[in-house]
């Protein structure tokens, strides 16, 4: 028995290789502000007086999100700043 050549190599059980995509991701968080106290001698003792309100500030966060056949493998911080600064409570 005799068996005619083949023309083309087929590879049984070859894997399709991996679909690599990154994509980047842009979050932004509040950033809380501190409370400062002043002594004022013209208030009587135990009185608070606020005189400039607290106002929360705003971080920016960039990530750069490395996915493998559609599955997350992997998330770098690109960036991380301060966009809007806190305004202390005085």
Known sequence: ITTPAVDEVVEVGT???PVVTTKEE????EVDFQV??????????????????????VR???ETVTYTDGKETGRVVKSN???T??????
């Open 60 to 62: 920016t966060i960039v």
């Open 81 to 83: 700043e301060i966009t």
């Open 15 to 17: 894997k399709k290789a």
């Open 85 to 90: 600064p806190a305004v202390d409570e005085v």
């Open 36 to 57: 400062k106290e002043v002594p004022n001698p013209a208030l009587p003792e135990g009185v608070r007086n606020v005189t400039t309100p607290g106002k929360k500030g």
């Open 26 to 29: 842009t979050k932004t968080e």
